[in-house]
Protein backbone atom coordinates (compact mmCIF):
# COMPACT_ATOMS: atom_id res chain seq x y z
CA UNK A 1 0.00 0.00 0.00
CA UNK A 2 2.73 2.06 0.90
CA UNK A 3 4.69 1.38 -2.18
CA UNK A 4 1.57 2.12 -4.70
CA UNK A 5 1.13 5.57 -2.53
CA UNK A 6 4.53 5.96 -3.06
CA UNK A 7 4.25 5.44 -7.05
CA UNK A 8 1.15 7.77 -7.14
CA UNK A 9 3.71 10.90 -5.52
CA UNK A 10 6.40 9.71 -7.53
CA UNK A 11 4.53 9.68 -11.53
CA UNK A 12 2.69 13.40 -9.70
CA UNK A 13 5.88 14.72 -9.23
CA UNK A 14 7.32 14.07 -12.69
CA UNK A 15 4.06 15.09 -14.52
CA UNK A 16 3.97 18.60 -12.98
CA UNK A 17 7.77 18.86 -13.33
CA UNK A 18 7.45 17.28 -17.17
CA UNK A 19 5.01 19.96 -17.35
CA UNK A 20 6.69 22.98 -16.22
CA UNK A 21 10.10 22.27 -18.29
CA UNK A 22 7.51 21.98 -21.43
CA UNK A 23 6.51 25.40 -20.13
CA UNK A 24 10.12 26.68 -20.17
CA UNK A 25 11.41 25.35 -23.10
CA UNK A 26 8.06 26.98 -25.06
CA UNK A 27 9.11 30.40 -23.37
CA UNK A 28 12.88 29.91 -24.27
CA UNK A 29 12.02 28.56 -28.30
CA UNK A 30 14.00 29.92 -31.36
CA UNK A 31 13.12 33.31 -32.39
CA UNK A 32 11.84 33.41 -35.72
CA UNK A 33 10.75 35.61 -38.71
CA UNK A 34 7.32 35.15 -40.13
CA UNK A 35 8.93 34.60 -43.57
CA UNK A 36 10.68 31.56 -43.19
CA UNK A 37 12.91 31.92 -46.40
CA UNK A 38 14.10 35.87 -45.13
CA UNK A 39 17.64 36.07 -46.04
CA UNK A 40 20.60 35.35 -43.78
CA UNK A 41 21.09 39.35 -43.16
CA UNK A 42 17.73 39.67 -42.06
CA UNK A 43 17.50 36.40 -39.83
CA UNK A 44 21.19 37.86 -38.05
CA UNK A 45 19.55 41.10 -37.71
CA UNK A 46 16.60 40.05 -35.85
CA UNK A 47 18.40 37.78 -33.72
CA UNK A 48 20.93 40.74 -32.73
CA UNK A 49 17.95 43.09 -32.08
CA UNK A 50 17.05 40.07 -29.54
CA UNK A 51 20.42 39.74 -28.19
CA UNK A 52 20.12 43.73 -27.32
CA UNK A 53 17.06 42.57 -24.56
CA UNK A 54 18.01 43.91 -21.21
CA UNK A 55 21.38 45.43 -22.21
CA UNK A 56 20.97 48.03 -24.57
CA UNK A 57 18.47 50.33 -26.77
CA UNK A 58 19.22 51.71 -30.13
CA UNK A 59 18.82 54.85 -30.60
CA UNK A 60 17.56 56.58 -34.48
CA UNK A 61 15.95 58.94 -36.20
CA UNK A 62 13.69 59.65 -38.71
CA UNK A 63 15.13 60.81 -42.10
CA UNK A 64 18.49 62.36 -40.45
CA UNK A 65 20.36 62.36 -43.85
CA UNK A 66 18.29 64.47 -45.64
CA UNK A 67 17.45 67.25 -43.52
CA UNK A 68 18.22 69.08 -40.33
CA UNK A 69 16.69 72.15 -38.48
CA UNK A 70 18.72 74.41 -40.53
CA UNK A 71 20.54 72.82 -43.65
CA UNK A 72 19.25 70.81 -46.39
CA UNK A 73 20.69 67.88 -48.64
CA UNK A 74 24.39 68.49 -47.33
CA UNK A 75 26.46 65.35 -47.67
CA UNK A 76 27.74 63.13 -44.82
CA UNK A 77 25.38 65.77 -42.83
CA UNK A 78 22.56 64.71 -39.66
CA UNK A 79 22.30 67.21 -36.76
CA UNK A 80 22.60 64.00 -34.14
CA UNK A 81 26.16 63.60 -35.30
CA UNK A 82 26.62 67.55 -35.20
CA UNK A 83 25.52 67.42 -31.78
CA UNK A 84 27.03 63.75 -30.74
CA UNK A 85 29.94 63.08 -33.11
CA UNK A 86 27.89 59.72 -34.22
CA UNK A 87 24.70 58.90 -36.70
CA UNK A 88 21.88 57.02 -34.83
CA UNK A 89 22.39 53.67 -34.95
CA UNK A 90 18.63 53.55 -36.07
CA UNK A 91 17.90 55.30 -39.64
CA UNK A 92 14.44 55.92 -40.22
CA UNK A 93 12.73 56.58 -43.76
CA UNK A 94 9.53 56.72 -45.64
CA UNK A 95 8.12 54.71 -48.90
CA UNK A 96 6.22 58.06 -49.78
CA UNK A 97 9.59 59.46 -50.43
CA UNK A 98 9.55 58.05 -53.68
CA UNK A 99 5.96 57.22 -54.34
CA UNK A 100 3.79 60.28 -54.02
CA UNK A 101 1.24 61.18 -56.76
CA UNK A 102 1.65 64.02 -58.47
CA UNK A 103 4.98 64.09 -59.41
CA UNK A 104 6.92 63.51 -62.72
CA UNK A 105 8.01 59.98 -63.44
CA UNK A 106 11.83 61.92 -63.45
CA UNK A 107 10.94 63.00 -60.03
CA UNK A 108 9.82 60.04 -59.00
CA UNK A 109 13.04 58.13 -60.56
CA UNK A 110 15.19 60.89 -58.70
CA UNK A 111 13.77 60.40 -55.37
CA UNK A 112 14.18 56.99 -55.44
CA UNK A 113 17.53 56.88 -56.26
CA UNK A 114 18.09 59.06 -53.45
CA UNK A 115 16.24 57.00 -50.78
CA UNK A 116 18.64 54.30 -52.15
CA UNK A 117 21.60 56.09 -51.48
CA UNK A 118 20.34 57.08 -48.12
CA UNK A 119 19.38 53.66 -46.88
CA UNK A 120 22.58 52.67 -48.32
CA UNK A 121 24.59 54.86 -46.55
CA UNK A 122 23.64 53.89 -43.39
CA UNK A 123 23.78 50.08 -44.10
CA UNK A 124 27.13 50.74 -45.31
CA UNK A 125 28.61 51.97 -42.21
CA UNK A 126 26.34 49.31 -39.89
CA UNK A 127 23.04 50.71 -39.06
CA UNK A 128 19.90 49.83 -39.33
CA UNK A 129 17.23 50.77 -41.49
CA UNK A 130 13.60 51.13 -41.06
CA UNK A 131 10.74 52.17 -43.31
CA UNK A 132 7.32 53.51 -42.61
CA UNK A 133 4.54 54.10 -45.40
CA UNK A 134 2.35 57.62 -45.50
CA UNK A 135 0.79 55.94 -48.48
CA UNK A 136 -1.29 58.84 -50.53
CA UNK A 137 -5.00 57.88 -50.17
CA UNK A 138 -5.65 55.76 -52.81
CA UNK A 139 -9.58 56.84 -54.02
CA UNK A 140 -8.69 60.51 -53.99
CA UNK A 141 -4.98 60.66 -54.67
CA UNK A 142 -4.22 62.98 -51.58
CA UNK A 143 -2.79 63.28 -48.22
CA UNK A 144 -2.28 60.41 -46.21
CA UNK A 145 -4.81 62.88 -43.87
CA UNK A 146 -7.35 62.33 -46.38
CA UNK A 147 -9.76 60.48 -44.35
CA UNK A 148 -12.16 59.13 -47.31
CA UNK A 149 -12.70 55.92 -46.48
CA UNK A 150 -10.66 53.37 -48.72
CA UNK A 151 -9.06 50.36 -46.92
CA UNK A 152 -12.15 48.45 -48.45
CA UNK A 153 -11.84 49.92 -51.72
CA UNK A 154 -7.49 48.28 -51.87
CA UNK A 155 -8.27 44.95 -50.56
CA UNK A 156 -9.14 42.07 -52.53
CA UNK A 157 -12.24 42.02 -54.17
CA UNK A 158 -12.45 46.44 -53.94
CA UNK A 159 -12.36 48.82 -57.18
CA UNK A 160 -9.25 49.26 -56.12
CA UNK A 161 -7.53 46.10 -55.78
CA UNK A 162 -5.26 46.00 -58.99
CA UNK A 163 -4.30 49.32 -58.83
CA UNK A 164 -2.91 48.37 -54.85
CA UNK A 165 -1.19 45.37 -56.15
CA UNK A 166 0.55 47.84 -58.93
CA UNK A 167 1.66 49.95 -56.29
CA UNK A 168 2.76 46.74 -54.62
CA UNK A 169 5.31 45.86 -57.37
CA UNK A 170 6.84 49.50 -56.88
CA UNK A 171 7.26 48.81 -53.21
CA UNK A 172 8.83 45.17 -54.29
CA UNK A 173 10.73 46.94 -56.59
CA UNK A 174 12.58 49.19 -54.68
CA UNK A 175 13.29 46.77 -51.57
CA UNK A 176 14.88 44.27 -53.81
CA UNK A 177 17.20 46.74 -54.94
CA UNK A 178 18.36 47.65 -51.65
CA UNK A 179 18.61 43.71 -51.03
CA UNK A 180 20.24 41.89 -49.05
CA UNK A 181 20.01 45.02 -46.82
CA UNK A 182 17.16 43.94 -44.04
CA UNK A 183 14.32 46.37 -43.71
CA UNK A 184 12.66 46.87 -40.62
CA UNK A 185 9.17 47.82 -42.42
CA UNK A 186 6.34 49.36 -40.83
CA UNK A 187 3.38 50.12 -42.97
CA UNK A 188 -0.05 51.33 -41.76
CA UNK A 189 1.22 52.58 -38.44
CA UNK A 190 -0.98 54.28 -35.63
CA UNK A 191 -3.94 52.41 -37.05
CA UNK A 192 -5.87 52.76 -33.79
CA UNK A 193 -6.00 56.41 -34.13
CA UNK A 194 -8.53 58.05 -37.05
CA UNK A 195 -6.08 60.66 -38.33
CA UNK A 196 -5.03 58.40 -41.54
CA UNK A 197 -7.10 57.10 -44.26
CA UNK A 198 -6.40 53.40 -42.71
CA UNK A 199 -7.41 54.56 -39.36
CA UNK A 200 -10.12 53.16 -36.57
CA UNK A 201 -13.32 54.20 -38.08
CA UNK A 202 -12.65 55.05 -41.32
CA UNK A 203 -12.30 51.07 -41.85
CA UNK A 204 -13.22 47.91 -40.38
CA UNK A 205 -10.91 45.71 -38.19
CA UNK A 206 -11.71 43.21 -40.38
CA UNK A 207 -10.67 45.18 -43.14
CA UNK A 208 -7.57 46.60 -41.76
CA UNK A 209 -6.25 43.09 -40.97
CA UNK A 210 -7.26 41.72 -44.40
CA UNK A 211 -4.84 44.74 -45.66
CA UNK A 212 -2.01 43.72 -43.70
CA UNK A 213 -2.10 40.02 -43.95
CA UNK A 214 -2.55 40.69 -47.89
CA UNK A 215 0.48 42.93 -47.94
CA UNK A 216 2.62 40.89 -46.17
CA UNK A 217 1.35 37.53 -48.21
CA UNK A 218 1.94 39.56 -51.50
CA UNK A 219 5.59 41.02 -50.66
CA UNK A 220 6.64 37.94 -49.46
CA UNK A 221 5.21 35.02 -51.55
CA UNK A 222 3.80 36.65 -55.05
CA UNK A 223 6.83 39.13 -55.45
CA UNK A 224 9.52 36.88 -53.56
CA UNK A 225 10.66 39.98 -51.49
CA UNK A 226 12.89 38.33 -48.33
CA UNK A 227 14.27 41.18 -46.57
CA UNK A 228 12.19 42.61 -44.43
CA UNK A 229 11.24 42.30 -40.99
CA UNK A 230 7.29 43.43 -40.27
CA UNK A 231 6.69 46.14 -37.38
CA UNK A 232 3.05 46.37 -35.94
CA UNK A 233 2.88 49.86 -34.15
CA UNK A 234 -0.86 51.28 -32.79
CA UNK A 235 -0.60 54.47 -30.88
CA UNK A 236 -0.65 55.02 -27.61
CA UNK A 237 -3.36 57.60 -27.11
CA UNK A 238 -5.73 55.21 -28.24
CA UNK A 239 -5.35 52.49 -25.48
CA UNK A 240 -5.94 53.08 -21.62
CA UNK A 241 -3.27 52.50 -19.64
CA UNK A 242 -5.52 50.26 -17.25
CA UNK A 243 -6.58 48.00 -20.72
CA UNK A 244 -3.68 48.22 -22.54
CA UNK A 245 -2.52 45.03 -23.73
CA UNK A 246 -6.88 44.52 -24.60
CA UNK A 247 -6.66 47.82 -26.60
CA UNK A 248 -2.95 47.02 -28.33
CA UNK A 249 -4.54 44.24 -29.82
CA UNK A 250 -6.77 45.65 -32.30
CA UNK A 251 -6.27 45.20 -35.75
CA UNK A 252 -3.69 43.09 -34.98
CA UNK A 253 -3.35 40.15 -38.30
CA UNK A 254 -1.44 37.59 -36.01
CA UNK A 255 1.09 36.45 -34.83
CA UNK A 256 2.14 35.11 -38.39
CA UNK A 257 1.87 38.43 -39.63
CA UNK A 258 4.32 40.37 -37.25
CA UNK A 259 7.69 40.53 -36.60
CA UNK A 260 8.06 43.22 -34.18
CA UNK A 261 5.92 44.65 -31.22
CA UNK A 262 5.94 48.07 -31.45
CA UNK A 263 4.31 50.99 -30.20
CA UNK A 264 4.25 54.67 -31.18
CA UNK A 265 4.09 57.18 -28.38
CA UNK A 266 3.78 60.63 -28.18
CA UNK A 267 1.37 61.04 -25.73
CA UNK A 268 3.18 60.14 -22.38
CA UNK A 269 6.23 62.60 -23.42
CA UNK A 270 4.55 65.39 -23.84
CA UNK A 271 2.05 65.88 -26.35
CA UNK A 272 0.47 68.99 -25.62
CA UNK A 273 -3.60 67.59 -26.11
CA UNK A 274 -2.56 65.13 -22.79
CA UNK A 275 -3.25 66.86 -19.84
CA UNK A 276 -2.41 64.59 -17.28
CA UNK A 277 -0.31 65.76 -14.85
CA UNK A 278 3.48 65.57 -15.40
CA UNK A 279 4.51 63.18 -13.18
CA UNK A 280 1.83 60.79 -14.10
CA UNK A 281 2.17 61.14 -17.92
CA UNK A 282 5.96 59.57 -17.07
CA UNK A 283 4.55 56.87 -15.08
CA UNK A 284 2.07 55.92 -17.95
CA UNK A 285 4.91 56.33 -20.37
CA UNK A 286 7.05 53.65 -18.17
CA UNK A 287 4.24 51.10 -18.27
CA UNK A 288 3.36 51.31 -22.07
CA UNK A 289 6.71 50.38 -22.65
CA UNK A 290 6.91 47.62 -19.92
CA UNK A 291 3.58 46.21 -21.57
CA UNK A 292 4.93 46.36 -24.87
CA UNK A 293 7.80 44.17 -23.55
CA UNK A 294 5.09 42.50 -21.98
CA UNK A 295 3.36 41.07 -24.88
CA UNK A 296 6.27 40.80 -27.32
CA UNK A 297 8.05 38.14 -24.42
CA UNK A 298 4.96 36.37 -24.07
CA UNK A 299 5.16 35.82 -28.09
CA UNK A 300 8.20 35.56 -28.32
CA UNK A 301 9.14 38.82 -30.42
CA UNK A 302 11.06 41.84 -30.33
CA UNK A 303 9.48 45.27 -28.35
CA UNK A 304 10.44 48.85 -29.53
CA UNK A 305 9.61 52.46 -29.54
CA UNK A 306 8.50 52.89 -32.86
CA UNK A 307 8.21 56.11 -32.92
CA UNK A 308 8.63 59.09 -30.48
CA UNK A 309 9.58 62.34 -29.01
CA UNK A 310 8.82 65.78 -27.53
CA UNK A 311 8.92 68.78 -30.39
CA UNK A 312 11.47 71.63 -30.38
CA UNK A 313 12.52 69.66 -27.29
CA UNK A 314 11.67 72.92 -24.70
CA UNK A 315 12.76 70.37 -21.06
CA UNK A 316 16.61 70.63 -21.32
CA UNK A 317 16.85 67.55 -19.29
CA UNK A 318 14.37 65.43 -21.58
CA UNK A 319 17.16 62.90 -22.72
CA UNK A 320 18.12 61.45 -19.63
CA UNK A 321 15.59 62.48 -17.03
CA UNK A 322 12.15 61.36 -19.08
CA UNK A 323 13.41 58.85 -22.07
CA UNK A 324 16.43 57.66 -20.44
CA UNK A 325 15.16 57.19 -16.94
CA UNK A 326 11.98 55.58 -18.56
CA UNK A 327 14.07 52.84 -20.49
CA UNK A 328 16.15 52.15 -17.78
CA UNK A 329 13.24 51.93 -15.04
CA UNK A 330 12.61 47.97 -15.02
CA UNK A 331 13.26 44.70 -16.07
CA UNK A 332 10.51 44.93 -18.71
CA UNK A 333 11.44 48.48 -20.12
CA UNK A 334 14.77 47.77 -20.61
CA UNK A 335 13.27 44.73 -22.96
CA UNK A 336 12.61 47.64 -25.91
CA UNK A 337 15.46 47.06 -28.27
CA UNK A 338 15.06 50.21 -30.33
CA UNK A 339 13.49 53.89 -29.89
CA UNK A 340 13.05 55.88 -32.94
CA UNK A 341 12.63 59.89 -32.89
CA UNK A 342 10.56 61.99 -35.43
CA UNK A 343 12.28 63.84 -37.89
CA UNK A 344 14.20 67.57 -37.60
CA UNK A 345 12.78 69.90 -40.59
CA UNK A 346 13.49 73.78 -41.66
CA UNK A 347 10.76 76.51 -40.59
CA UNK A 348 10.69 77.03 -44.39
CA UNK A 349 8.74 73.31 -44.55
CA UNK A 350 7.53 73.48 -41.57
CA UNK A 351 6.50 76.68 -40.89
CA UNK A 352 7.41 76.35 -37.14
CA UNK A 353 9.77 74.89 -35.06
CA UNK A 354 9.61 71.27 -36.21
CA UNK A 355 12.50 68.83 -34.80
CA UNK A 356 12.87 65.85 -32.46
CA UNK A 357 16.37 65.36 -32.00
CA UNK A 358 18.22 68.67 -31.08
CA UNK A 359 20.98 70.46 -33.19
CA UNK A 360 24.02 72.48 -32.10
CA UNK A 361 23.08 74.80 -29.01
CA UNK A 362 19.63 73.78 -28.97
CA UNK A 363 18.65 73.89 -25.20
CA UNK A 364 18.71 70.31 -24.78
CA UNK A 365 21.63 69.16 -26.66
CA UNK A 366 24.07 68.66 -23.45
CA UNK A 367 21.81 66.33 -22.21
CA UNK A 368 21.64 64.86 -25.41
CA UNK A 369 24.95 64.00 -25.21
CA UNK A 370 24.83 62.34 -21.52
CA UNK A 371 22.35 60.14 -23.45
CA UNK A 372 24.54 59.15 -25.45
CA UNK A 373 26.96 58.55 -23.70
CA UNK A 374 25.03 56.12 -21.11
CA UNK A 375 26.37 52.24 -22.15
CA UNK A 376 22.40 51.64 -22.21
CA UNK A 377 22.05 53.43 -25.58
CA UNK A 378 23.72 52.78 -29.05
CA UNK A 379 24.33 55.08 -31.48
CA UNK A 380 25.65 54.25 -34.60
CA UNK A 381 29.57 54.14 -33.37
CA UNK A 382 28.59 51.84 -30.74
CA UNK A 383 27.32 49.07 -32.15
CA UNK A 384 28.08 45.12 -32.70
CA UNK A 385 28.09 44.02 -36.44
CA UNK A 386 24.40 43.50 -36.54
CA UNK A 387 24.32 41.64 -39.64
CA UNK A 388 26.45 38.09 -38.73
CA UNK A 389 24.82 36.02 -36.28
CA UNK A 390 27.05 35.67 -33.14
CA UNK A 391 28.33 31.88 -32.29
Not at 219 to 247: C, G, M, Q, V, Y
Amino acid sequence: MNRLKFSVIALLFTWIFSGCNEKKLEADSPLSLIDEQATSETKALYQNLKLLEGKHSMFGHQATLAYGYTWRDEPNRSDVKDVTGSFPALYGWDIADFLWIGKSEKELQEDKERSIRFAKEGFERGGVITFAWHMPNPVTEASFYDTTRAVHAIIPGGEKHEEYKTTLDSVASFFKELAPMPVIFRPFHEHNGDWFWWGKGLASEEDYITLWQFTVDYLKDEKDIHNLIWAFSPDRSRTKIDTFKEDYFYGYPGDEYVDIIGLDNYWDVGHPANETPLEDRQKHFIRSLAMTAEIAQEKNKIAALTETGLEAIPDSVWWTQTMLKSLMSNEMTKRITYVQVWRNATKEVENRDHYYAPYPGQISAKDFQKFKESEFILFEDELPNMYEIKK
